[in-house]
């Protein structure tokens, strides 16, 4: 047994409680002091039955010659003949792996499987049910990677080998050993060396779940390291000059209680799926705040003592000047958060309390690359809406508008419709203020005004690029919508956004920037509105009574069933968990261009894509949603305008 087996085995029996510290580190002692294999040692001191052992490292069955698993079973009694022939038969038809087909069939509980493989494979068998994972391992791995090939990292270890040379291993449980695909792709995932440990498919998927829902037995809480860091007594508001900090300086342990609330508080923010962090100085605390499904949710006060440290602390991985306080600033960072890497977009702006003078209120919009990528199909289109979205986003050329508030989600439809339609055989540039999500094979451009590169300038060189699909992040003003008009009409097809209360409104906005009626009406091939609603937890769901009231006012009819969330423990109570959105797709047609070049209002415009294009209004889509079960009648009204029944 080598050096890493020798301490893979100790570690094991350590993490799953059957040694405590002192005991293995007398067993390695003894270890080195006699040579001896450390199973015998432990088995020789008492520190653990045989029986333990054996099932751990399946020594009773370890041989030179390996058998076939079904003969092996026949062999040990597990299973009869006449089981291994229907278990054999099924597994012609289902493809699955014999040991798997066995359990189905019921002919074996899994845990019996797993620890006879353990034996047949010579891999040590764990059950992770009161597993201690360290909580460094699952920061190698992301979740995604290890739901789909079923594996969960446990530890990491740093040892030496025979010829004293350092050895960095992560160690993972997997169902299948023998799967050396998978194992090739975590060590390459991790740059490392890997060993392998062997637990049920249900063990695995428990603590996958245990770990990377942010529950495991070493996460500290940012409520908990808040409040260790809390004074003792009231906290005092003290008289401050604007240019000068009499902060008191704070000792060593508390610098490093700095560090750590930073990290929590940002790590705890990408767990709740948050999409900002807000820090708030107030007189004698700062304002923790987390933007989760849309909303504010105030989290725990940090104490004032702590405050320009924390803010500092922020500046400085954003690369921003930290003496700097009397003007907004702007920086980025990223975080590495369980095996993937997140961007925060860091702005910091000028505030005056009365007591301590000017403070800076800061801003991190979290830029998850793992979020918010959807495929069109999953976005909740109504399927003729998305029958006509996508016929216009693979149209040769013309303009397909997103519009809507900030916030609402159009920035994560533009994103979707260029992977939709992304190709090696096309160009795709974008011109964007920020760069919020990185797509392979698609030539991303960063506006910076300062120098010069603005979003009029980047269209004149993106011209010159022979693009065939260009997306502006937003048309903004008459030069940048007069010069995407151009690329439009001259073979190009171009996404960009704008910021109206629905599809009909964007056309009066852009004759309002001094845009010829006639180009918008033949450019604009497509205007799509959206909002985000709210979405119901699905765990506790239920059907909800509508006022007679209400249902006059909306022109609902009596069977109409609509629900909402009575609030969980996985909703916090809320009712809500995550969002979905609700769509108005205007494609114009004569009629609709006529009212363009008319001058026509919005209204005008919308009634006539009512009536004669048979337009799905955001009122109708959010109704229909709320119908569905996707999100409460409440939510749906209140993102729709009124006028859109």
Do not use: W
């Amino acid at each position: 047994m080598n050096s890493s087996a020798k301490l893979n085995l100790g570690q094991l029996l350590l993490r799953q409680g059957i040694l405590d510290e002192d005991q293995l580190a007398h067993a390695m002692a003894e270890h080195k002091r006699t040579g001896l294999m450390l199973s015998k040692i432990l088995l020789r001191l008492g520190m653990v039955s045989e029986d333990t052992l054996t099932s751990i490292l399946g020594v009773q069955m370890q041989s030179s010659t390996k058998m076939r698993i079904g003969e092996m079973l026949l062999k040990q009694g597990y299973i009869n003949e006449e089981q291994l022939n229907k278990a054999l038969e099924m597994q012609k038809t289902t493809g699955k792996r014999l040991g798997r087909t066995l359990v189905d069939l019921g002919f074996m509980p899994e845990e019996r499987l797993i620890e006879i493989l353990s034996m047949q494979f010579e891999v040590p068998y764990v059950r992770l049910e009161n597993f201690i994972i360290d909580p460094d391992a699952y920061t190698f791995l992301p979740e995604d990677l290890c739901k789909t090939y079923k594996i969960v990292p446990l530890f990491v270890l740093k040892a030496e080998d025979e010829r004293h040379m350092q050895r960095v291993s992560l160690t993972i449980a997997m169902t299948d050993p023998t799967n050396m695909r998978v194992i090739n792709i975590v060590k390459f995932k991790v740059k490392m060396e890997v060993d392998i440990v062997m637990a049920s498919e249900k063990d695995v998927l428990k603590a996958i779940e245990r770990v990377y829902s942010g529950h495991g037995p070493a996460e500290e809480s940012l409520a908990e390291l808040i409040s260790e860091s809390r004074d003792e007594g009231e906290l005092e508001t003290v008289d401050r000059d604007a240019n000068n900090s009499n902060e008191p300086e704070l000792s060593d342990e508390e610098g490093r209680a700095v560090v750590k609330i930073v990290t929590t508080l940002i790590h705890e923010a990408i767990a709740r799926h948050a999409s900002d962090i807000h820090l708030e100085p107030q007189e004698t605390f700062l304002k923790l705040r987390y933007r989760i499904d849309g909303d504010l949710q105030v989290m725990s006060p940090i104490p004032a003592r702590l405050m320009p440290q924390i803010l500092s602390r922020i500046k400085l991985l954003s690369k921003m000047d930290i003496a700097e306080k009397r003007k907004p600033l702007d920086g980025r960072f990223t975080v590495r958060y369980k095996g993937a890497e997140v961007d925060l977009r860091v702005s910091s702006f000028p505030i005056s309390l009365r007591k301590r003078g000017v403070c800076e209120k800061i801003v991190m919009r979290i830029l998850d690359p793992n979020s918010g990528q959807f495929p069109l199909k999953d976005m909740g289109f109504d399927a003729r809406v998305l029958k006509q979205f996508l016929d216009c986003i693979n149209a040769p050329n013309g303009i397909v508008l997103v519009t809507g508030p900030t916030g609402s989600g159009k920035s994560t439809t533009l994103y979707a419709s260029i992977r939709e339609i992304l190709d090696s055989t096309i160009n795709i540039s974008t011109m964007e203020d920020p760069v919020e999500l990185n797509i392979d094979g698609v030539n991303q451009g960063q506006i910076n005004n300062a120098a010069g590169f603005t979003f009029a300038a980047g269209i004149r060189a993106l011209l010159r690029q022979d693009p065939d699909v260009i997306m502006i992040g937003e048309m903004r003003d008459q030069e940048t919508s007069s010069m995407a008009i151009e690329a439009a009409l001259t073979g190009h097809l171009v996404f960009s956004t704008l910021h109206t209360n629905d599809a009909a409104g964007a056309f009066p906005r852009l004759l309002e920037m001094g845009l010829e009626p006639f180009l918008v009406s033949t450019a604009i091939k497509g205007v799509l509105a959206q909002r985000l609603v709210r979405r119901i937890c699905k765990y506790c769901k239920e059907p909800v009574e509508i006022s007679d009231s209400l249902r006059e006012e909306l022109h609902l009819t009596p069977d109409m069933q609509f629900y909402h969330g009575r609030g969980c423990e996985k909703c916090d109570g809320s009712g809500y968990k995550g969002r979905c959105g609700i769509y108005e797709f205007l494609v114009p047609n004569e009629t609709v261009r006529n009212l363009i070049i008319k001058r026509s209002s919005g209204d005008v415009i919308k009634r006539a894509a009512m009536k004669e294009c048979g337009m799905i209004t955001l009122r109708m889509d959010g109704i229909q949603k709320a119908l569905d079960g996707a999100t409460t009648l409440e939510q749906a009204v209140g993102a729709s305008a009124a006028d859109d029944a």
